[in-house]
């Protein structure tokens, strides 16, 4: 009897990981959530916060970390102080501190460990279900129209809700969103399940990595594009040892793929994924745009840093220059980070966020090709308050060294 009542236990606090890690994606990161606006971000955040209770209330047993606590208090006071001397209001901070508070409680609540295992199931089954509607908005996008309308994208595209997928309905616009609010979102979670999958998974699945590159691919996102290449290029030279020749056959092999993808692919594809690498050399006005908000959002949040590197300039004034000098896409979350609250919040926040990868018993240039990889899937995508992020900048103090 005891031991039915210690497996039900067991149980029910797996379901409730699942459960809050699913929701800790959806509520903060979903098409449904973040674009329609059904919900306001404030309710969102709330409820994510209880959800984030509920799964710490479960995992009380676990014993708490003094560096994640010290660390969520710099995080609290530096923002206070921030809005104090920028004379603002705190309702523009309560959001990112809660993110901040959840990213905190999940990371106490749940073991890196455990936390990776799970997120790749979920990221998996999204990765397979998501791949099906693709396909399947391509194939017969007629039985895609029979689902509910959430939103209108383009002026043109119907975006219908499939619940763990979002699909497009005109052909002009055919990538793969997942759930998220757009695929330059999503290549974000898939890299990361990748990361976790080829360099910290006890058993190593393949036909995990072969979904999440494939599915990956179908994002036609530029950005996560680029994040694979390095992530496969710090995988096949993350032993200490290497062979000199990988760093010739590599890139060789990497040329290659590139050109076949431009010659099998349809070309409204390849503009797709290199329209914004070819922008920058074009004065070609549908280039022009999408590769000029991209310099933006670098320029601008970095000029307003360099003017007020020691507290950062406060949110009112990041609103304003997001708005006026960034067409509100001010994108690059590492540079907001340093913007919003200053040198040392920047500092912080970059040095964590890259630490996990650090931590790993590979080889130097490895570890550096994936901080790399992780400060560039975020840089064209806003996530100062999205509270998966901050998940990771707290797991970055607690994992332990030599994982592998």
Known sequence: MDNK????????KKIIAYIAIFLLLYI???????VTGTIS??????????VAVILFVVNLNKKLNIKQLLL???????????MI???????????LLMALLIGYIFAISLSFDYFIKLYNKIIAFLAIFSLGTFLLSIIYPSLISKFPIIDVRYGTANVHNLFFSVCLSNNAFFRNYGLFWEPGAYQIFLNFALIFEMFFADKMNKNRICIYIITIITTFSTTGYIALIIILLA?????????????ILLPIIIFIIT?????????????????????????EASLKYTTKTRINAIKYPLKEFLNSPILGIGYNRFEYVNINYCDSVATCTPINWFALFGITWGITCVVLYIRIP???DISKISKMLLCMALLLIISTESLLRIAFVYTMIFYSISIRKGKN
């Open 358 to 360: 650090i931590r790993l």
């Open 28 to 34: 903060d990161s979903s098409y449904c959530m973040t």
């Open 5 to 12: 009542f210690k497996l039900t236990k067991v149980n029910t």
């Open 235 to 247: 995988y096949a030279i993350r032993y200490k040892k290497i062979k000199h020749k990988v760093f």
């Open 259 to 283: 050109i076949l993808f431009t010659k099998i692919m349809p070309q409204k594809y390849i503009n797709l994924v290199f329209d914004k690498l070819t922008g920058v050399f074009s004065e």
């Open 72 to 82: 969520l208090l710099y995080f609290i006071f530096s923002a206070i102080l921030c």
């Open 85 to 95: 001397v920028n004379q603002e209001d705190i309702k523009n901070y309560i959001i």
């Open 41 to 50: 971000g404030t309710i969102r955040i709330g409820i994510l916060f209880v």
